[in-house]
């Protein structure tokens, strides 16, 4: 499993920006997709997931409102999309993905990508 997450860059509080995943190397009908962030100094925390096969999402209480995670099947890829951004968004975001037998939408993710760093200044 390969995940190439990309996207990030600075932005000013109240931006938006989406942040992409690109998936290759196995069938990911049966897998949950996430996106984890990491700010600095701080432990790596859930963002938001998505089970492929029926869409459905889960979002940390942080980015709901304002995150909408979403996928292509046809280009297997996942986004990430950030409205109205805040400062305290501030982190590296990471692509992350495991089989769906897995159970929980937060945590058990075993296939993770490189991050792509999102600064947001006030």
């Known amino acids: 499993v390969q995940l190439q997450a990309s996207g990030g860059g600075l932005v000013q509080a109240g931006d938006s920006l989406r942040l992409s995943c690109a998936a290759s190397g196995r069938d990911f009908s049966s897998y949950f997709m996430a996106w984890f962030r990491q700010a600095p100094q701080k432990a790596r925390e859930f963002v938001a997931a998505?089970?492929?096969?029926?869409?459905?999402?889960y979002y940390a209480d942080s980015g709901k409102g304002r995150f909408t995670i979403s996928r292509d099947n046809a280009k297997n890829a996942v986004y990430l999309q950030m409205n109205n951004l805040r400062p305290e968004d501030t982190a590296v975001y990471y692509c992350?993905?495991?089989?769906?037998?897995?159970?929980?939408?937060?945590?058990?993710?075993?296939?993770w990508g490189q991050g792509t760093l999102v600064t947001v200044s006030s």
């Open positions: 992350a993905s495991k089989y769906a037998f897995v159970t929980g939408w937060t945590s058990g993710y075993n296939y």
């Open positions: 998505i089970k492929w096969n029926t869409a459905s999402t």
